[in-house]
Structures are given as structure tokens and as C-alpha cells.
T-cell receptor
Framework: AQSVTQLGSHVSVSEGALVLLRCNYSSSVPPYLFWYVQYPNQGLQLLLKYTTGATLVKGINGFEAEFKKSETSFHLTKPSAHMSDAAEYFCAVRDSGGYQKVTFGTGTKLQVIP | EPEVTQTPSHQVTQMGQEVILRCVPISNHLYFYWYRQILGQKVEFLVSFYNNEISEKSEIFDDQFSVERPDGSNFTLKIRSTKLEDSAMYFC????????????FGPGTRLTVL
């Protein structure tokens, strides 16, 4: 069974500071990993995903994440936070074994302080 | 850019009533999904649908739920007899095909059961 743990339900950073949102996963087969963002009263938008190949994945809005198999982690980073980054971020995992189900973490709300 | 659309955006119903939530997936996609997000909780998988049949479902998706693709464009979720605990945001998603493919989410339908 696959699962996702996101450390910190709320994270606050100053505008211009580094953003680091943590995600650890468990999966019985090589995983596909995703980060989605949800702005208030909106749906889920894909930020980036890892399937195979390069372990450092770049996404939209300057975000990137690194797949570390040895640590079973897929942390999301952005060098410099912008006010528009304030949203809820969900890490998600999907087994590569053909199953369609995506399992989401509990989410991290990012607050950006001016 | 193609997107998943959902109607209505908000549905209010009385306990015990039937509701149908509608989705129009991206036109060339082959897999369709429903997820739900109870307020303040994580996004949970309900069901996936491919080739006019359910390919995977969660334990949440009991006999009260059904899905259908009544024509070439719509994908519906029916809840036969709603309960208070069915109140949630329901997201439809679609993907092209393989497990590595991104699931694109619609904006959601907020269901309120009174």
C-alpha cells in the first residue's frame, strides 16, 4: 500500500525566503510522485511530477523537487517565496505498477509574510 | 489549454436525496476519476473508470455511489441516498492513459447535505 506523509500542516516564510515543504512516501513498487497546489476555492493544479530519469524535477512557478530513493523523500523547494505562492500544497504518490489511484498527503498550507 | 470542467460548482441537497455530479473530462483522455475532499481533510480517491467500466475503487465507494459515462463527453458520479457525511468537495480528474500520465483535476463541486 502506498502512503504519503507531509511534515508540517502549516509553514510560514518571509517573502524572498527559501520555501521547503517536506514529503516522505512509502510504496511497494517504484513510485510516481507529484506535487499539486490548491489556491483558495479552486481545484488542484499540478506543480511537477517525477516518473523516471533525472531525480531533480523542475516545475511551474519556480518550484522544484528532488526524488531521493534512499530517504523515500520528495521535498518541494523554491529559492525565493512570492506572495502569490500562498496556497495549500499536496504531495501525492502513485504506484508505477499500473494502478490508477493517486494517494495524497494531508497538505501543507504555505503562508508568505510580507 | 484543455481543461476538466465540472457542474454544478455548488450543490445543496437534503439528506436521503439523490444527487448527480457532472464532469466533462479532457477530450482525448481515456481514464476518468472521482476524488473527494472533506473540509479540512486530505483528498481521497473514490474511483477510476476506463473503457466504460470501473477499473479501481476505494472502500469509500460503496453501493450508494455509481459512475457512468452516458455519452462521449460527460462523466457522472451519482450518490443514491445522500448522508450528512457525504458533504465534501468532489473533484473529477482525467488522464491520457498510462500510470505515469498526469491526472488533470477539475475545479470541483461542493456538495452540502443538510
Amino acid at each position: 500500500a502506498q502512503s504519503v506523509t507531509q511534515l508540517g500542516s502549516h509553514v510560514s516564510v518571509s517573502e524572498g525566503a527559501l520555501v521547503l515543504l517536506r514529503c516522505n512516501y512509502s510504496s511497494s513498487v517504484p513510485p510516481y510522485l507529484f506535487w499539486y497546489v490548491q489556491y483558495p476555492n479552486q481545484g488542484l493544479q499540478l506543480l511537477l511530477k517525477y516518473t523516471t530519469g533525472a531525480t531533480l524535477v523542475k516545475g511551474i512557478n519556480g518550484f522544484e523537487a528532488e526524488f531521493k530513493k534512499s530517504e523515500t523523500s520528495f521535498h518541494l523547494t523554491k529559492p525565493s517565496a512570492h506572495m502569490s505562492d500562498a496556497a495549500e500544497y499536496f504531495c501525492a504518490v502513485r504506484d508505477s505498477g499500473g494502478y490508477q489511484k493517486v494517494t495524497f498527503g494531508t497538505g501543507t498550507k504555505l503562508q508568505v509574510i510580507p | 489549454e484543455p481543461e476538466v470542467t465540472q457542474t454544478p460548482s455548488h450543490q445543496v441537497t437534503q439528506m436521503g436525496q439523490e444527487v448527480i455530479l457532472r464532469c466533462v473530462p479532457i477530450s482525448n483522455h481515456l481514464y476518468f476519476y472521482w476524488y473527494r475532499q472533506i473540509l479540512g481533510q486530505k483528498v481521497e480517491f473514490l474511483v477510476s473508470f476506463y473503457n466504460n467500466e470501473i477499473s479501481e475503487k476505494s472502500e469509500i465507494f460503496d453501493d450508494q455511489f455509481s459512475v457512468e459515462r452516458p455519452d462521449g463527453s460527460n462523466f457522472t458520479l451519482k450518490i443514491r441516498s445522500t448522508k450528512l457525511e457525504d458533504s465534501a468537495m468532489y473533484f473529477c480528474a482525467s488522464s491520457e492513459g498510462t500510470a505515469a500520465d498526469t491526472q488533470y483535476f477539475g475545479p470541483g463541486t461542493r456538495l452540502t447535505v443538510l
